[in-house]
């Protein structure tokens, strides 16, 4: 039997509700100090709010793993108190403790010997789920991780890509359906493309679940593409500094922070700013079918015009150096795809770089509210620096 389910299976088991609610946990003076006197982690007194992703991040060996394992015990603390939804965990079983909390690791942890469907499935059944239930439970968390339970779930690990296993990992760390995940470098094995899709596709899985997740990494560009409150740890520890993304890269608090988050922070920051309505460009709005000759007036000295199909949705830009000469705007425009509202300014300015136009539509419920252009980018990113 496999040394991990032999230590899941040693303790009465406690009671696994569907919709498991997502706990806060909060650390009051955590610190582990090893046999030799080396400080593996400071007193830390860290809050992580119920239902959000934080991120720990810093160099290696600066105490952010080791602050992880502590909050299920895999390392026991050496001092301080690890309250749980108000509950001490440093005082229960562990291994109670563990069937409360999902964990996913940097390579995954699969077993080589078990389908996909048998590890999703290991702790339901160590719980003494019934064969239906476990079955239904299985087959909605592969669809929902983008595994077909068809094709994949009596797969084998090493049958499966880097980043098929790790999604069959996330899977089985929410199989019980635990109110928190931790999750130590998930996706740092996989290569950047499918890394960024495997990022894409937990944030749209947080959105549903919304677990109180504690994730692990050592890129600054993950902790603030994916954290909602991110800690900047340093060796022995020590939290330089713990604030949303936006804040961290608009106002570091420690010479440490800045240097950590690098130099183009600026530019990081477009990732976790908002298109703001107010700060956009205006421009003139002209249909497809429209002769250029008839449309020329409607410029009067601005930049371009926002091109509208037959539908009276945005698809295109006309800039006023092309709305001379015989024909209509549908011959002379440059076409754009509209960016929402609720988009990046990171997402924006990607679409302007790569189209061929100078502003980009943005759109609300399809209604075009303005334009996005380089220097509304900079205007936003600097008010929002500002505002803090």
């Not at 309250?83 to 409360?100: C, F, I, Q």
């Amino acid at each position: 039997m496999d040394a991990t389910a032999e230590t899941v299976r040693s303790a009465a088991p406690p009671q696994v509700d569907a919709g498991t609610a997502a706990p806060e946990i909060r650390l009051e003076g955590v610190g582990k100090v090893y046999a030799d006197g080396t400080v593996g982690v400071a007193e830390l007194d860290l809050t992580f709010a119920a239902g959000e992703l934080t991120v720990l991040v810093g160099p290696s060996g600066c105490g952010k793993t080791t602050t992880m394992k502590m909050v299920n015990r895999i390392i026991e603390p050496t001092s301080g108190r690890i309250l749980l939804d108000g509950e001490d965990v440093t005082r229960v079983d562990p291994d109670r403790l563990r069937r409360r909390i999902g964990y996913v690791i940097q390579n995954v942890g699969l077993f080589p010997h078990r389908t996909v469907r048998a590890n999703v499935a290991t702790v339901p059944k160590l719980l003494g789920w019934d064969r239906r239930r476990i079955r239904a439970r299985v087959d909605e968390l592969l669809t929902t991780v983008g595994l077909d339970p068809a094709v994949h779930g009596d797969r084998y690990p090493a049958q499966l890509s880097g980043g098929q296993r790790q999604r069959a990992g996330v899977a089985r760390a929410l199989a019980a359906d635990p109110g928190v995940l931790l999750m130590d470098e998930p996706f740092s094995a996989v290569d950047p493309v499918v890394r960024e899709r495997l990022q894409d596709e937990f944030l749209r899985l947080q959105a549903e679940v919304r677990k109180t997740i504690v994730f692990v990494t050592h890129d600054i560009e993950e902790a603030v593409r994916l954290g909602d409150r991110i800690a900047v740890m340093s060796a022995g520890g020590r939290v330089e500094q713990f604030a949303p993304p936006a804040e961290l890269l608009g106002r570091p608090a420690t010479p440490f922070v800045a240097d950590f988050v690098g130099a183009d922070r600026g530019l990081k920051r477009l990732a976790v700013t908002s298109i703001d309505p107010a700060g956009l460009a205006p421009a003139p709005v002209v249909a497809q079918h429209q002769s250029l000759e008839e449309v020329r007036g409607q410029l009067s000295g601005a930049a371009g015009a926002v091109v509208l199909d037959a539908g009276g949705r945005p698809c295109g830009w006309l800039p006023a150096d092309r709305a001379g000469g015989p024909g209509t705007v549908a011959v002379a425009m440059r076409p754009v795809e509209p960016v929402p509202v609720t988009a990046t300014l990171k997402d924006g300015l990607s679409l302007l770089l790569r189209s061929d136009v100078d502003a980009v539509p943005v759109v609300d419920g399809g209604r075009c509210v303005g334009v996005l252009t380089a220097g509304t980018v900079h205007t936003t990113l600097r008010r929002s620096i500002s505002a803090g």
